[in-house]
Each structure stands twice: as C-alpha cells, then as structure tokens.
C-alpha cells in the first residue's frame, strides 16, 4: 500500500515562501508520476503541478506558473513543491498525489491520480 505525508505547510503573509514536503511509503517510487493538489474551502480540488517519472517534465496550472516549482528526489521517495510570491488566493489544503503504476504523463485530473496524502493546510494572509 503506498503511503503519503506531506508537511511544511502553515500561516504565511503575501509575497512569503513556503516549501511543502512529501514522503512516500510502498511501491516504487521512481514508477510514479507525481503531483500536488490544492482545495480551497468550499471548492474543488484542484491540479496545482506534477512531475514526471524520471523529472523531467514539469506541468502547472496557469494560477502558479513562475511562482511555484515541483521537483523530486527519487533517492529519497521524496517529492517538494517551492511555493513563492505567495497570494492570498493559494490559501488551501494542498494534497501529495501519486499516479497508478508507471502512467505514462504527467496528468492534471483527480482521477489521473491513485493515491492521496491526508494533506497539509497552507493559509496566506495579505
């Protein structure tokens, strides 16, 4: 069974950063493709990034694109999302996300994705 815990979020003020961690258990980890997404109350959950198998492709919603990056550490079944320029707007509980076994893309779906962390809340105050 694979298993997710992120950590790192918390109460920001605008324009600060945060660095959002994750740490997966079970399966192999270079096999899936990875993501985080972002639920603000009362909303949808949303596809914030995802990255590739091997890294190597990024993918982003428009709302974060040259403010937040995702990378991976497959050494150590650990994926980030560096969160900058932070706005009130990003405030929500934002979820690490695994795909099915050796998915060929990056998806941007809820149900590209298998496996769910509990999440982590991030609160932006301006």
């Known amino acids: 069974q694979v298993q997710l815990v992120e950590s790192g979020g918390g109460l920001v003020q605008a324009g600060e950063s945060l660095r959002l961690s994750c740490v997966v258990s079970?399966?192999?980890?270079?096999?899936?493709?990875m993501g985080w997404f972002g639920q603000a109350r009362g909303k949808e959950r949303e596809f914030v990034a995802g990255?590739?198998?091997?890294?190597?492709?990024?993918s982003y919603a428009d709302s974060v694109k040259g403010r937040f990056a995702i990378d991976r550490d497959n050494a150590k079944n650990m994926v980030y999302l560096q969160m900058n320029s932070l706005k009130s707007e990003d405030t929500a509980v934002y979820f690490c996300v695994s795909s099915f076994n050796r998915a060929p893309v990056v998806g941007t779906r809820v149900y590209d994705y298998a496996y769910w962390g509990q999440g982590t809340q991030v609160t932006v105050s301006s």
């Open positions: 990255i590739s198998r091997r890294g190597d492709t990024t």
């Open positions: 079970g399966g192999t980890f270079s096999m899936y493709v």
